[in-house]
């Protein structure tokens, strides 16, 4: 069922940002209902491509979640914080684990804690008007990211949804999520409250965006209602450059000819290139450790580029070479 | 034959069909979600545009999102607006469009392009002659279409279930609870388990070279897909040439007659055996003795051979039906289940050493069905066999 277009919010990839926002603080719990406290943020730098801010326009417009594929280092999960800092919505993390359930991302009921508080008798904890607070199942649900997103979706708020790494945990998980992802409605069994974003106002909706490391393959359907986005490594030496400006590599001789070493290597055949946080961990390390722009080709402090030995040593040998 | 009004145009429709025969699941709401995207404003800009929209909508991976892309290359749209390849896409579309024996014998084609990239320096188009389509822009488009795609492999192969309580008790045992708290009265923390998890595990063993050689991509694709996207616990991966054992039982070959002779005779007779070679590696150049290679999987792991047992060939060989019974023998000796995938359809197997093993040992052919089938089989379903080895 095509669900309506979001046509209000679209993110300009060359737009300038301003250093930092006041944002509203993510994690409270439970959702002021009105005015919530914000706090400042100041964002890591993030240069976003053409073909990439396409796909979160295609996701935001029609309300689907956004699949961001790549190698490890390429900027996924980066991503979501830079779409976050643009929009100037508050941002919920989910770092799924192997050992997580599905419910988890929406809400957690604690139940132990109501067993042994309903059995302390007198001396259990009461609320305001002196009942027991084990009488309300209430007053044990936990929010996680994705449901308090939903909930705050319900109070007229936007959000924005990182589901990092979701291939981690197992094949349940994503299937477990459809109808949440779907229809972004959700219930909590054990209290009887629901919880649903408006269905009238889609720009209200949280742009939920999922990462996935290809270790598993993911249920298909699933796949079939994300938005599809890979995140390559950027061809352009002269973006790449831009990229080592933005994160205050200041020298640009030395900014050029690490672009340049970067690019011969990633052209052998090595078991792992390095990606883009390798290249920046490396020009930071040698703008840090004042190398010359001549010794780069040398790749001084290599372990910060290529992760092992092998690979170093058929990188130092054919870089000497050219 | 005029398109009805709100139908999408021929173009799509080509691709759609396209992608539906290469098992990508595309339906109708996904036309409605392209159609939606384009009222929106996506798509318009370029061609490539286009292309990356379709990509972000109905791709899901890398290998697919280059099929969508092959795909739509082969249908030669018109560029239109200001992709990166405007001008020499052009040219590459009158190459392959302008073709037939009627051609104007003098001045350019009447096509218009907006740069005519030029061939081999100084080529003139001979009168009457086709224009070949030389160094197109895009060049041939290709890309690899298997049988069985990964995912049906991939549905198939997780049906393989063995499920076993492994890993951080995470999961709260209720029954369990509830005992404890009864039986001792007292206010008790609560009786936490290990979640059940798939700890199926699986020996295939590939054959390679010699009549298999043409379908070495297809067997790689099969492992890729059995390993990485079936979910199971360990894969072994192991490589043969024709039959695992290599050495039958000269005793039992003499008292075959006959130039197709059959093993029934013969069958009580033939001992398990491990003589033999396994590969590490495709090339088949670091072996391993089968004993070796079988000592260090734990029993009951289900064994997967994929072989074409003579069928692609067709050869009769009675030395290699015994040597593969002799192997099956020694896999149920140690508790394993095995059971024979053959690439070739079933109805060629007649004649062959693959028809008569599919008498002794569960052979299925490499398809839909027969995959389901074989997987049941792992499970411990019985199959029924003529003379079962």
Known sequence: ?322 | MTTPAGAPPAFVRQLVRDLQARQFAIGYDDLLALRSALRAGFGLASRDHFVELCVALWAKSGPEAAVVRMLLARQELAEWGEGPAAATAGTGNAAITTAGPTRPTSGPPTVPVPVETPGPAGHERLAGVPRLPVATARGLVLALQFPLTGRTVAQAIRRLRRPVRSGPATELDVEATVARRARTGVASPPVLVPRRRNLARLLLLVDRQGSMSPLHPYLDHLRDAIVHDGRLEKVWVSYLHDTPVDRADKGVLARLEGLFPRLDAVLADIAPSTRGFLFDDPELRRPRRISAVLDGIPGGVGVVVLSDTGALRGNYDPERLVASVAFARELRRRGHRLVWLNPVPRRQWAGTSAAELARHVPMFALDRLGLHRAVEALQGRPVPLERPA
């Open chain 1, 1 to 322: 069922m095509p669900s309506a277009l979001d046509l209000t919010t679209r993110i300009d990839h060359k737009a300038r940002l301003p250093r930092s926002k006041r944002i509203e603080i993510a994690e409270l719990d439970p959702i002021p209902a009105a005015d919530p406290p914000t706090k400042a943020v100041t964002p890591t730098p993030y240069l976003l491509g053409q073909d990439v801010a396409e796909a979160v326009n295609i996701a935001i417009t029609l309300g689907r979640p956004l699949l961001l594929q790549g190698d490890p280092g390429c900027g996924k999960t980066q991503l979501a914080h830079a779409v976050a800092y643009r929009l100037g919505l508050p941002l919920e993390t989910a770092y799924v684990k192997s050992t997580g359930r599905a419910q988890d991302l929406l809400y957690t009921f604690d139940a132990v804690s109501r067993l042994y508080e309903a059995q302390l008798g007198d001396a259990a904890p009461r609320n305001e008007k002196g009942e027991a607070r084990s009488l309300d199942p209430r007053n044990y649900v936990r929010y996680g990211p994705f449901g308090r997103a939903i909930v705050r979706a319900g109070l007229g708020r936007r959000s924005v949804v990182l589901i990092d790494e979701i291939d981690k945990a197992d094949l349940d998980f994503p299937n477990d999520l459809l109808r949440e992802i779907e229809r972004l409605e959700f219930d909590i069994s054990e209290t009887g409250q629901q919880f649903g974003a408006p269905t009238d106002r889609p720009e209200l909706r949280p742009i939920i965006f999922v990462t996935n490391n290809e270790e598993k393959a993911l249920p298909p359907a699933f796949l079939r209602r994300c938005i599809f986005a890979e995140l390559r490594f950027p061809d352009d030496d002269a973006f790449l450059a831009r990229v080592l400006a933005a994160h205050s590599v200041a020298d640009r001789k030395l900014g050029k000819e690490v672009v340049r070493a970067v690019v011969d290597v990633r052209r052998l055949d090595l078991s792992r290139k390095p990606g883009i946080s390798e290249l920046l961990d490396w020009a930071r390390i040698l703008q840090v450790t004042k190398v010359e722009p001549g010794a780069v080709r040398g790749l001084p402090a290599a372990g910060a580029l290529i992760k092992s030995p092998q690979d170093q040593d058929t990188a130092r040998q054919v870089l000497a070479g050219t």
